[in-house]
């Protein structure tokens, strides 16, 4: 079977649903600048719409994920691939995972430089099939095996990044942006159900600000940023990693559809509540569940998302 095509033996249904993120926080440029989150409204609405292209044709949960994700990659105001947060050595590591639920598999890369779509990478490495999660130097070896697209430094450099890491740097220490900061933080993310009932889930970021040399989050780890199962949902999550890590959000999540029996709103809210009253965690997530139910929660002021539930109409909030 050819990757990311449906099996024969399922009809297509007239009805899918597509999340997409563009990261959790304060968010406080956006309350005092409306062409700021009109601008961001109009990056997820051009993801989502990109999506529902490809699903309202017919194509797979998997290809919509990817491609959605590579839209906010792209767009320089989220913290994803070009325009990503700058370590301390004032350069771009970015991690992304991605999750087919038909068949459980996953593929991720974590502290890569140079990649313009990591999470095509994480697909790459997916439909490989030998591991589930490649780093570094490794992930960059198998890039060029896989002919992937790279880009100079300075491609995913902006002045808001230098910014922040000059902010950060003054405070010395590593930052999710804290209160005043301009950006959301954490990450994107793009999750759906396709017409033939099938889920998926992808994950993308740029980390934290100041964040240590080969520092990865919660991103490209399967069950903590991101997770598909058909039997349950898919989740994306975004935020402070090391909580969402420590949480196990995306798992706790599809854990709690399929022991108790819960649809996604339920779920969301049971995931948030604990990794409110467990860890003290910042970050939000999206999910959909196999029903093609959409839902989003979080711990932040702000999660920057969009979704079309039930091939209707595209909605955005900030």
């Known amino acids: ?4 095509a449906p099996p024969a033996n399922r009809r297509p249904t007239p009805t899918y649903s597509l999340m997409v993120h563009g990261g959790a926080g304060t968010l406080s440029r956006a309350d005092r600048d409306p062409r ?11 993801a989502l719409e990109l ?3 490809i699903l309202a044709r017919g194509g797979s949960a998997i290809d919509t994920v990817e491609a959605c994700a ?5 767009d320089a105001l989220f913290n994803a691939g070009r ?3 700058l370590n301390e050595d004032g350069r771009v590591e970015c991690d992304a995972g991605i999750m087919d639920g038909r068949v459980l598999a996953a593929g991720a890369v974590a502290a890569v430089r140079g990649i313009a779509n990591p999470i095509r990478l994480a697909r790459k490495l997916m439909d490989d099939g ?3 999660l490649l780093a570094g130097d490794g992930a960059l070896r198998f890039a060029q095996r896989c002919g992937i697209l790279t880009r100079p430094d300075g491609y995913f450099v902006t002045g808001v990044r230098q910014q922040e890491l000059q902010r950060a740097r003054a405070r010395g220490r590593s930052s999710g942006h804290p209160p005043g900061d301009p950006s959301p933080q954490g990450t994107i993310g793009a999750i759906a159900r396709d017409r033939y009932g099938h889920l998926a889930a992808a994950t993308s970021t740029g980390g934290t600000v100041n964040k240590r040399l080969g520092r990865v989050g919660d991103s490209p780890i399967v069950g903590a940023g991101f997770y598909a199962d058909d039997a349950t949902c898919a989740v994306s999550a975004t935020g402070h990693g090391e909580d969402l890590l420590r949480g196990l959000i995306a798992g706790t999540i599809a854990a709690a559809i399929e022991f108790r029996g819960l649809d996604a709103a339920a779920a969301v809210e049971f995931g948030i509540r604990r990794l409110r009253a467990r860890f003290a965690g910042q970050g939000g997530v999206i999910c959909i ?3 093609g139910r959409c839902a989003a929660g979080t711990t932040t002021p702000h999660l920057v998302h969009g979704w079309i539930e039930h091939g209707g109409d595209a909605v955005c909030a900030l």
Request: hydrophobic content about 45%; charged content about 20%.
């Open 70 to 74: 590579a839209c906010l990659e792209d």
């Open 36 to 46: 700021f989150a009109a601008a961001l409204q109009e990056g997820i609405r051009a």
């Open 51 to 53: 999506g529902r292209g």
């Open 289 to 291: 569940d196999a029903h």
């Open 130 to 132: 030998e591991h589930v």
């Open 83 to 85: 325009g990503s947060a």
């Open 1 to 4: 079977m050819a990757a990311g």
